[in-house]
């Protein structure tokens, strides 16, 4: 098994295309001003739209080889630190902290999520504003055929060639744990290499109860990126909150 956070080239390749939440980080951080905190900042997809306005930015991430090539790129204007989203202390306070698409779900327990919420808390300041976006567990998605591949993403170009990710998934229904293995398939051919990796499921009720133990107080439920309010039909669940 391959690790994909150790592959920042693919990571870029298969997020090209991916611009639907800029518009409402960019809103919600030109509102709040800076300085700005994102958590599990990846390779710098959504720095540079804080960095467009202007404002004092810092990202985090786990992966070294993601925040050297973020480095990389906005190191001149942003700082990019190694650091678990559990566990850091960066001695600073932060008028806008955001968690960008699904990487809140790499904290496979209640108890490392409430530690991740405590650090945000820790880090906002007393009139901050916090953003975290995941989606909404489908059970269709969850429940497939673990022997038959699905398309994960859309075609995008890597290495010349027109490619996209195939998937199987293992939903464990006691930890709410879903463990994805990826393949890459390349002009129509499923390349050997294997690239995995797990996220837990949280379901609404659940992060009401979570924000509410960390000491956050939710004040919109978002749906989408559009900025609809979250109901039965939502995709998405989208958090904005405030330190109690």
């Known amino acids: 098994m391959i690790d994909l956070y150790k592959k920042p080239e693919l990571y870029d390749a298969i997020h090209s295309d991916y611009i ?4 409402l980080i960019s809103r919600i951080g ?5 300085p700005v905190l994102e958590i599990a900042s990846g ?3 959504l720095s540079k739209v804080i960095l467009n306005l202007g404002l004092d930015y810092t990202g985090i991430d786990l992966s070294k ?3 050297n090539l973020a480095n990389m790129r906005y190191g001149k204007e942003g700082s990019f630190y ?9 001695k600073k306070k932060f008028e806008f902290v955001f968690i960008g698409f699904n990487s809140f779900l790499h904290n496979l327990t209640n108890e490392s999520a409430i530690n991740c919420l405590n650090c945000v808390s820790q880090h906002l300041s007393n009139n901050g504003t916090f953003l975290l976006s995941i989606y909404i567990p489908d059970p269709s998605f969850l429940f497939r055929d673990s022997d038959e591949l699905h398309a994960a993403t859309d075609f995008f170009k890597f290495k010349g060639s027109k490619c996209r990710i195939m998937e199987i998934n293992l939903f464990n229904q006691e930890t709410e744990v879903n463990s994805l293995t990826w393949y890459l398939e390349m002009d129509g051919v499923i390349q050997p290499e294997k ?3 797990s996220q837990k499921m949280y379901y609404p009720h659940v992060m009401d109860l979570l924000f509410e133990e960390a000491g956050l107080q939710i004040k919109e439920k978002l749906g989408e990126y559009d ?3 979250m109901d039965e039909t939502s995709n998405m ?6 330190k109690k």
């Open 30 to 34: 030109e509102k709040v001003g800076g």
């Open 20 to 23: 639907w939440d800029e518009k």
């Open 82 to 90: 190694v650091g678990n989203m559990q566990n850091f202390d960066l």
């Open 43 to 45: 390779t710098g997809r």
């Open 195 to 197: 690239y995995s990796f």
């Open 65 to 67: 080889e993601y925040t």
């Open 227 to 229: 900025g609809s309010p």
């Open 237 to 242: 669940q989208i958090y904005i909150c405030k």
